[in-house]
């Protein structure tokens, strides 16, 4: 079933955080509701439309930045109070804008994630929990990952309200009361939550299944109950699209059922719905130019009109509408809208007549101040929402860099070896300078975007060698007068590659690194941060903690188990192991630890490793082949006329060879980087039996020249 949705641009406000904008309940069954929407300026805005315009319902005034919204009320009745958090203190209106509350958390860190049942308040900090009663505390918890959402499921078929917080470390844990009831595994890092069953316009939760969705681009369903949960099904992203920012649930389909609407951080806006099998499929799909920080589903712009309603970063409200777009009106329809047209162009040539006014007296006022000896130059504050996130499918590093006014340029800095990859949807062009990096604090890597107009987006992807670690940074020039920049820095990990994951194979030959000192815990857990991605910077609560992660390029594997004064590292890969001593020698060496380091080596991982690498250096060996054929192949075919006396084989190189020079492009030094990891795999296995084997590497790379995995294996067991 095909859906068609108009887009109409509402208003727009300050830049937004997630889930900052909410619909208020309808008066009447298909009256229009107003939008209550929070910014980064402080200033939640209530507005409803009358006759195509947006009319204020009320403003506040600015103040500290707004980072979450949620409606609330008593149970049963519907939920039109508006909660808003900034800093740790949380604030309540009516839906005529009167403030009736004021509640100080007694937090020290900000309210980055909330919800409201009831009288039920449920606050999120980075790490730690808490549930208020009548604003009187009642519940705490400290987990053990940085909390990204929370929500609450209560139902007639549980004894009691059961809260579930999102965690970054791929788990969703479900409380009751202060204590960890059990915690459910998913895919990705879990970044909002949303309630699936809501009792009619009320939007208060009567069911116990809420919808999740990632980071990395996944949805998935999880009914909750009180002791476990069930996972009902799970969307992949296969498209690669970007994470998900905000999930509502709303029939716009008009078929009874409840559809998911669904924004994420790339400006992609779905609508899934149900057909006769329970998992949803993709109705409808629509891109704006931002991310989407809030969406949901409702009746804005006109009666009985739904819409799907989304708030972008940049703060612009904008309706994908039902309601058709008169293209073929009659005459007197067309005279009548063409009068409507005008006014509207005349009002806002007016306004825009008075802006340009404003903006030359201002440039005047500048001009002049300048001159004077006491005048100061005051530098444009503007705001960027970053994320340097490692994809799994492509071990890649994604930088995506988002600003609320159009960037001008963007300076890349590496002070380590990195690959820059081709996006699609990057359209800025980008130049390279020559690098120095023999120089102490040299440069390896110096390149520059130059945007388009109006580009206020920009997404990077970077590949890093594992075991080479630094900084890549990354300098932001937006299209502001004075000319300004901001700095924006990325720590590239030592063990860059590597993933958590909840649990590894142990039947696989593992090698084994243990180190015993006079460390504390929470020094050899900053040892670690150091080394690997997705560790919490904050110490974990208890004695000792083992983390499990997998290599995202190779697929080998690492668990690291350790306590004060005890360190335990296993891992299928003597490469991987090679790098975390060297490293952790080198940080407990700055910090004046003696250390006690032990290695037990099981030479069959060498082979294994081998054969983990063998499809991977088969598939761009043959890659590589067919790219320098493919030139030979189009002059011979030029030549003969067709290619119809080619051989099969050839024949669809030649059809295939634009997705063959795409994939190649795409994946720039991929099989130099496979030869370095077998000659570091083949170099630290010898290390470890005190050989030094430097001068064999020519030998080595003769025989990945001309390919083959037996001679391979017998070189490494013959040296």
């Given at each position: 079933?095909?859906m ?46 009358k ?47 009167k ?31 808490n ?7 009642k ?59 809501k ?15 990632t ?77 989407v ?80 000896s ?31 006014t ?13 690959d ?65 920049c ?6 590239i ?42 560790v ?86 043959l ?97």
């Amino acid at each position: 079933m095909e859906m068609h949705l108009n887009r109409v641009d509402y208003i727009q406000v300050g830049v937004t955080s997630q889930k900052t904008m909410r619909l208020l309940p309808a008066l009447g069954k298909k009256a229009t509701q107003k939008v209550a929407i929070a910014d980064h300026d402080g200033i939640l805005t209530c507005f409803g439309m009358k006759k195509g315009e947006a009319v204020p319902v009320f403003k506040t005034l600015p103040g500290q930045k707004i980072a979450r919204m949620d409606l609330g009320g008593a149970v049963g009745t519907p939920q039109e109070k508006i909660f808003v958090c900034s800093g740790a203190q949380v604030r309540g209106f009516t839906k005529k804008g009167k403030q009736f509350l004021t509640f100080e958390a007694n937090l020290t860190e900000s309210i980055n994630a909330m919800h409201v049942s009831g009288a039920d308040l449920f606050v999120c900090a980075s790490y730690i929990y808490n549930h208020y009663c009548d604003c009187k505390d009642k519940d705490y918890y400290l987990s053990g990952d940085k909390i990204n959402d929370i929500t609450c499921v209560s139902s007639e078929n549980l004894t009691r309200p059961i809260p579930i917080l999102a965690c970054q470390d791929r788990v969703l844990r479900v409380l009751q009361g202060s204590e960890l009831a059990y915690d459910i595994e998913v895919s990705g890092p879990p970044s909002v939550l949303e309630l699936y069953n809501k009792d009619g316009g009320n939007d208060f939760s009567t069911g116990e299944e809420i919808l999740y969705g990632t980071t990395d681009g996944k949805i998935g369903l999880v009914q909750i109950g009180e002791h476990s949960a069930a996972t009902k099904w799970e969307i992949d992203n296969d498209k690669k699209k970007g994470g998900i920012l905000c999930i509502d649930t709303y029939d716009i389909i008009g078929d009874g059922v409840n559809d998911i609407l669904v924004g994420r951080d790339d400006g992609t806006v779905e609508v899934y719905g149900f057909d006769m099998s329970s998992e949803p499929t993709l109705r409808f799909e629509h891109v704006l130019t931002e991310s989407v920080t809030s969406i949901q589903g409702g009746c804005v712009g006109k009666e009985s009109y739904d819409e799907v309603l989304t708030a972008t970063y940049t703060g612009w409200v904008t309706g994908l509408t039902t309601e058709p777009q008169k293209a073929e009106a009659g005459h007197g329809d067309e005279v009548r809208m063409s009068k409507e047209t005008q006014s509207k162009v005349e009002s806002l040539r007016a306004e825009l007549e008075q802006l340009q006014v404003k903006v030359l007296q201002g440039r005047e006022q500048y001009q002049q101040t300048s001159q004077s000896s006491t005048a100061v130059s005051a530098v444009p504050a503007f705001s960027i929402n970053d994320k340097f996130t490692l994809c799994q499918d492509d071990a890649s590093y994604s930088l995506t860099l988002e600003v609320q006014t159009a960037i001008d340029n963007l300076l890349l800095q590496s002070d380590v070896p990195i690959d820059l990859l081709d996006v699609d949807k990057n359209s800025a062009v980008v130049s390279f300078s020559e690098c120095d990096s023999e120089q102490p604090n040299g440069n390896f890597l110096l390149a520059t975007y130059r945007c388009q107009a109006n580009t206020t987006r920009l997404e990077l992807k970077v590949r890093s060698i594992e075991g080479q670690y630094g900084t890549l940074q990354a300098y932001i020039t937006p299209r502001l007068q004075p000319k300004t920049c901001q700095v924006r820095q990325y720590q590239i990990k030592p063990l860059s590659l590597h993933q958590r994951t909840h649990n590894i194979d142990q039947e696989r030959p593992m090698n084994r690194l243990s180190l015993v000192g006079n460390f504390s815990f929470a020094e050899i857990h900053s040892w670690v941060v150091f080394c690997l991605p997705e560790v919490p910077e904050k110490t974990p609560a208890g004695e000792s903690i083992t983390f499990s992660f997998y290599n995202t390029f190779l697929g080998t594997q690492l668990e690291a188990t350790y306590c004060k004064g005890e360190g335990h590292f296993r891992s299928d890969n003597i490469s991987t192991i090679s790098i975390l001593s060297d490293v952790l020698s080198k940080e407990a060496t700055k910090r004046k630890i003696n250390l006690n380091i032990s290695y037990d080596i099981n030479d069959d991982s060498v082979s294994h490793t081998l054969k983990m690498i063998h499809p991977k250096l088969e598939y761009q060996l043959l890659l590589a082949r067919k790219v320098q054929l493919i030139d030979a192949l189009k002059e011979l075919q030029v030549h003969e006329g067709n290619a119809d006396f080619l051989i099969p084989e050839y024949r669809s190189i030649l059809d295939e060879s634009a997705n063959l020079l795409e994939e190649y492009k795409k994946q720039p030094a991929h099989l130099e980087r496979l030869y370095g990891m077998i000659t570091d795999l083949f170099i630290d296995k010898f290390k470890f039996k005190g050989q030094n084997v430097k001068t064999k590497v020519s030998s080595l790379l003769e025989i990945l020249d001309n390919y083959d995995l037996k001679s391979l294996l017998n070189f490494f067991s013959e040296v």
